[in-house]
């Protein structure tokens, strides 16, 4: 007979009646999918219908785009669709009741332009819309109950721009909300819970780390946690209610790979795992849950490179250890005493414990008798 000191690993946890409830946990990890077709910077990216479209920017040659790519992840591939009317990068985009806004950025002659498109995927063409009343670059188009709202980016003379536009897309027209609270740029904005959060960017200070919350409903701002580390150029999206801000330059030369994620309910930051490249000016986006972080620039280079990023969400308790009450968390490793009779060989995998029908896999095995 031999008595083995097992190393386990808890891989699955319920709940349980012997466990102890823990927090829900978010995990995930970064696949490299299909590159796009063009290297980009300064462009956007907008999902409808499944599909990602990136739109405009400067091309390989640093010349003004107005080429439109469409990304199918069920495919992993990518599609030419209809130009824009305008080449042109820092613009604004975003989708609205499936159709794809474009709006504002950097022409050959237009710096600071207030040329708004709609684009209908369905016919795949763009149609003019009434213009942007302040022209910018730089600007966020967020969504929220049915209204786009243009904020922020640069106006005229590169003065840092405070502007709240609200556009609606059923009668074409545009009011003046309530500015922001300070002007800022190079940021990021998402909607979540019918709200509008912009993260990072530069307002009077570079590699800016506030969070300012905007209530459509009353026409009202309010700061929030600040981000744990200040960035410029970087990608934001919502996913599961949750906002993901990923990438970006954390000062002049160094280029970010982090994704801190911001839980709007409790108004606070946890971190998540890095991007494989560290990149700006990216462009990110979400599709059934998973986000794709799409071109930009590392430190030297335009990107093409898409990765994916794939969310899991657990609801994990602590399982309870008799006799000595221990408790084990998901994937943390452990020790179990086993006595087990006429063994002559034993390998990973051979021993499979269920604990109140919870897994603990075999790693490997000490002999102690």
């Excluded at 200040?230 to 982090?258: F, H, M, P």
């Amino acid at each position: 007979m031999k008595t083995l000191k097992c190393l386990m690993v808890l891989l699955i946890v319920a709940t349980l009646c012997n466990s102890t409830s823990a927090a829900g946990e978010e995990r995930g990890g970064w696949t490299n999918k299909q590159n796009m077709p063009l290297n980009r910077v300064g462009f956007e990216v907008v999902e409808t219908n499944g599909k990602i479209y990136a739109i405009g920017g400067t091309d390989n040659t640093g010349a003004l785009s107005d080429i439109v790519q469409e990304y199918d992840p069920v495919m992993d591939n990518w599609t030419t669709s209809a130009s824009v009317s305008l080449a042109r990068k820092f613009l604004g985009a975003v989708e609205a009741n499936g159709k794809i806004y474009a709006m504002g950025g950097i022409g050959d002659t237009d710096f600071y332009s207030n040329i708004v498109e709609e684009y209908d995927p369905v016919k795949n063409i763009w149609t003019a819309k009434a213009s942007l009343p302040t022209g910018r670059s730089h600007l966020e188009a967020v969504e929220a109950n049915g209204k786009i709202y243009a904020i922020g980016g640069y106006e005229y003379l590169s003065n840092i721009s405070d502007k709240v536009e609200e556009y609606d897309p059923l009668t074409d027209t545009w009011t003046v909300k309530t500015s922001m609270p300070m002007g800022r740029t190079y940021f990021g904005a998402a909607e979540a819970n019918g709200k509008i959060y912009v993260i990072g960017g530069a307002d009077e200070n570079k590699y800016c780390n506030k969070v300012e919350e905007y209530d459509p409903a009353t026409d009202t701002w309010t700061t929030k946690a600040s981000m744990p580390t200040g960035r410029e150029y970087l990608g934001v999206v919502k996913v599961n209610g949750k906002i993901y801000a990923i990438g970006g330059n954390e000062r002049y030369g160094i280029t970010s790979n982090k994704v801190e994620v911001y839980d709007p309910i409790t108004d606070t930051w946890t971190t998540q795992e890095s991007m494989p490249i560290a990149k700006a000016f990216l462009g990110v986006e979400q599709v059934d849950g998973d986000i794709y972080a799409i071109g930009g620039k590392d430190i030297n280079d335009d990107l093409n490179t898409v990765a994916q990023f794939t969310i899991t969400t657990s609801s994990f308790a602590a399982l309870n250890l008799e006799p000595n009450n221990t408790q084990v968390y998901p994937y943390q490793t452990i020790t179990v005493d086993l006595v087990i009779d006429n063994i002559t060989q034993m390998t990973t995998g051979d021993i499979k414990i269920l604990y109140d029908n919870n897994k603990l896999d075999f790693i490997g095995f000490e002999e102690l008798s």
